[in-house]
C-alpha cells in the first residue's frame, strides 16, 4: 500500500513548529483544568495540593520564558492581572430576561393551569408536560461567551440588556473552563448562570477580613457581587467564587438541545458546573413536591438560595408559549416565605414619590434580617398602618418581602410600652413643599397636590424623564438633577432644554461652596467646562426620542415601557394620543382600566397640556410617528367601543346585538324616549341606558367618540398602506449579512410591519442567512422555512 504522503509532509511540519517547550506547556495546561474540574467542580481532588502547584509553577514559569506559548486559556490566567480603570459595557445578543415570581401553592397551579391552556391552543399540545427545576441561587447572574470552545467574555445582567465587562475577573473563577471539552464545539456559546459563594468560602472569607481589621460582608451574596466588581481582579482570585449554569444565551454553529434538562447535560460533558438538585417533573403536585423537599432540605445546602425556579422542559414549547413584556410565560420563580426578626420602631417619616405619593417608612432600631442588616421598612400606606396599628415605640415583627423588600408585618403588643403611643396620623401638608395632601375616594394612597412645584416630585420626575430607556440623558446624574432643583435651574421639564453653559458651571460653584469644596482646577485658576459642554450637548441630543420612549418619559402612572409601546404602535401620533377620550385607551390590548385611566387623567390635566406644549417648543421632537394602525379598526366597532363606556346592564352581547341593528353611537345619542322600545332590548336594561343617557354629558361624549371614530376610519387606507408588506410576518436572522447588521435588518423588517424572531420554529416565515449561518439555518431547511438572502429581504423591504 502506498504512504499518504500528504500526512507525511503534514507531520513533519507539525514537528518542525511545535517545539518541546510548546508541547510540555499544552500537556500542563490540559493536566490542570482536569484536576480544577475534578477539585473545583467534582468536589473529588486526584492530586495532592502540593503536587498542583508544582504543575502550576511550572507552566508559569514556562510562560515567562516564552511569552508566546501563553494561551487565551492558560490556568495561568486565574491569578489575576493588571487592575481595571473601569468596567466596560457588553450588550448582550440576547436579552437576560427577569422572571415572575410566586410564592403561594394557588401560584404555581395557576402557573401549571396556564401553561396547559397556552399549549392546547397553540401546535405543541400534550398529555403531559414536563418541568424542569432548578435552584434560584442567592448570586448574581452572569453571561459567559465561547468563541470556538474558548473563553473570551463575561458580563453581568446589568438591566437586562446592557451589563458590565467583568472578563478578567471571571478568569479567576476556578470552576468555569477556560476551554471547553468538547472535540468540534460552537461557533458561539453564550452560557448564563450564576457565580456565587459557599457558606464555608464565605465564613473564611469573612474571618480574614476580621483578622486583618476590615469590614466584614453581611452575606455570601453580598460578598460574591463585591468580589466580582472588584477593578483588580488579584482581589477576585483571592475570593473563592463558584458557578452554576442554568440556561443560554445566543448559540451558533450546533444544534441546541431539545430540552432544558438535555442542555444542562450537554453543559457538563463539556466541563461546565451545573448543580447536581434538580428534577424534571410533571404537573402542580411534581413542582410543588420538589419545593417541599428542597426547603427541608436548604439549611443543609453548601450554598444559599432564596426559591426554585420552573421552566417549561421543552424548548420546543417554550417557543411556543412565547414571553409577556419582560418575562417568559414559560418559567417561574417560586420563592420561599422571607426570613422574619423583631425590633422597635424608632420612629415613622413620610417619603415623597415620583408622583407625589406618601409612602410611611418605619425608622427600625438595626435587625439583622434574610443576610441583611435593616434599618428601614415600608409600611405600605395610611390604611395599611392603621390596620396593624403601627406606632413609635412598639415592638414589630420585620420581613423581607420575597428576600428583598423589608416591610413590617405586625406588631407585638404585648410589648408595647406604657403610656401606649398615639396612633398614627398621616399627614395634612407634604413634608417637603408644604403644599395640601389628598386622597381620593377608593385610593390607599395620600398624595402631594405639589406636582412640579414639589421639589422632590420634582427630582424624582426628572430622574425618571432623564434615564436611559426614556429620554437618554448621559451625563444627568443624581448629583446634578439634586442641584438643577434645589438652585431652582428647572422648575418645568422644558427648562432642562433651557440651560446654557453658564447656568451649568453657576450651579457647580454654587454647589461647591455650599459643601465647602474648592476644587483643584479652581486653585488653579481654570475652571473645567467640558462636563458642562458634554452634558448640553447630551441634553440637546436627547430631544429626538422614538415617540414610545417620550411617552415612557412622562412618567404616567402605571405607564411602563411595554405599555408605551402599546399606545404609540396603535395611535401612532403624540396630537392623537393626547386628545384620546378614555375610551380608546380602553379599547387597546393589554391596557385594563386602572391604566387607561391613568392615561387619560394625565392628558385631562392642564397643567400637563402645558407641559408638553413647552417642550415641543423647547425643540424636543418626537420620531417614529405614523397614522393609527390598520388593526385599531376592529376595535373602533360600535359595539366595541360602546362595551367600553360600561354602561350599567349593556353588556358586550347587547353591544353586538345594537350594532347588529344598525344602531351607531350618534343615533343613540340622538335617540328620543319612544325610540328605545325600538332597540329590542329587555324592559331593564332599556332603563339603565335611560338613565345613562340623562346623565349630564354622556351624550356628548357619545357624539365626540363617534366623531373621533368616522376620523380615525378615515386615516385607515394610509394606516394599511403603513402597515407594510410584512405585516404578520415572523423573521429570524443568522450569519453575518454582507452590509447590514442584525441591528439595522432588524430595524428595516420591523419598518415593514414584520416582527424579528431569535429562534426558528414552525411559525417563521423566512429565515434571513448570511455568512457562517449557523443552526439556525438547518433547522429552517428542516422546517421547511424560506430561506432569504440579504439582498432579497431588501427586494422585499425596500425593492432594492
Known sequence: MQNDLFSEIAVTDVASVITPEAQRAAILRTELERHSHAYYVLDAPTIPDGE??????????????????????SPTLRVGGAPLAEFGQVQHAVPMLSLNNAFEDADIQAFDRRISEGLEAGSHASPQIDYAIDLKFDGLAINLRYVNGVFTQAATRGDGFVGEDVTENIRTVRSIPLRLNTPKPPAILDIRGEVLMFK??????NQRQRDAGSKEFANPRNAAAGSLRQLDSKVTAQRHLRFFAYGIGLLE?????????????WYQSMGVPVCDENAVVQGADGLLNFYRAIQVKRSTLAYEIDGVVYKVNDFAQQEELGFVSRAPRFAIAHKFPAEEALTIVQGIDIQVGRTGALTPVARLAPVFVGGVTITNATLHNEDEIRRKDVRIGDTVIVRRAGDVIPEVLAVVLERRPEPAPAAFEMLKNCPVCGSHVVREVGEAIARCTGGWFCSAQRKEALRHFAARKMMDIDGLGERYIENLVEFDYVRGIADLYKLTLSDLLEMKRRADEREGVIPETVQQGKIATKWAENLILAIDNSKRPPIERFLFALGIRHVGESTAKTVAEWLGSLALIRRAPLSLFLVLPDIGPAVAEAIADFFIEEKNQQALDELLLAGVAPQGEHPPSAKLSQQLETSVLLSA??????????????????????????????????????????????????????????????????????QMPEALANEGLLAGKTFVLTGTLPSLSREQASALIEAAGGKVAGSVSKKTSYVVAGDEAGSKLLKAQELGVSILTEAELLQIVVGA
Open 645 to 714: 363606556l360600561s354602561i350599567p346592564k349593556l353588556t358586550a352581547t347587547r353591544c353586538k346585538q345594537l350594532q347588529e341593528r344598525g344602531v351607531t353611537l350618534a343615533s343613540l345619542a340622538a335617540i328620543a324616549d319612544d325610540g328605545f322600545v325600538q332597540l329590542g332590548l329587555p324592559a331593564d336594561v332599556n332603563l339603565a341606558l335611560r338613565e345613562w343617557l340623562s346623565v349630564a354629558n354622556n351624550k356628548a361624549q357619545l357624539n365626540q367618540l363617534d366623531y373621533l371614530r368616522k376620523m380615525l376610519l378615515e
Open 200 to 205: 464555608s468560602d464565605f465564613a473564611r472569607l
Open 52 to 73: 498542583y502547584d508544582k504543575l502550576f509553577l511550572e507552566l508559569q514559569q514556562l510562560e515567562e520564558q516564552f511569552p508566546a506559548l501563553r494561551t487565551p486559556d
Open 253 to 265: 454553529g450546533a444544534p441546541l438541545p431539545e430540552s432544558h434538562r438535555a442542555l444542562l447535560d
